[in-house]
């Protein structure tokens, strides 16, 4: 991984490019906090609508709040580190709707980071 969490590895792996097709029983791995690997949660919340969808939704906002926390305690003060630490805080907001049941509100919440 790059040092500020943005290598653009991360595709989609469970989604369709093409057709936006996702099948939410899949987990999304979670290795960065990239533009991709976002687009790649919010097209699994949206398609969520199971309780074990909405675990697995969870678990991956936990991986995007671990790796912005290891970024965050890791980076010196920029404008990089404000836009980290509003994702940081987007993913505790987003994981706290997808526990309410809520998964399209969370998935609203982390489109601003786009």
């Known amino acids: 991984m790059a040092q500020n969490g943005h ?5 989609w792996q469970e ?14 791995s979670v290795q960065d906090f990239s533009s991709d690997t976002l687009r790649n949660i ?5 398609a969520s609508s199971s309780f074990e969808h909405l675990v697995y939704r ?3 906002l936990d991986a995007i709040w671990t790796i912005t926390g290891f970024f965050l305690a890791n980076e010196p003060a920029s404008s990089t580190r404000d836009e980290v630490n509003r994702i940081h805080a987007g993913a505790q907001k987003a994981h706290d709707l ?6 399209g509100a969370a998935a609203t919440v982390l489109e601003a980071f786009l």
């Not at 290598?7 to 595709?11: A, D, E, K």
């Not at 997808?98 to 998964?103: G, L, M, S, T, Y």
């Open 7 to 11: 290598n653009r590895t991360t595709g």
């Open 15 to 28: 989604v369709n490019p093409g057709r936006q097709e996702v099948n939410p029983g899949h987990i999304v």
């Open 42 to 46: 919010i097209a699994h919340l949206k």
């Open 58 to 60: 969870e678990a991956e």
């Open 98 to 103: 997808v526990a309410e049941r809520r998964p």
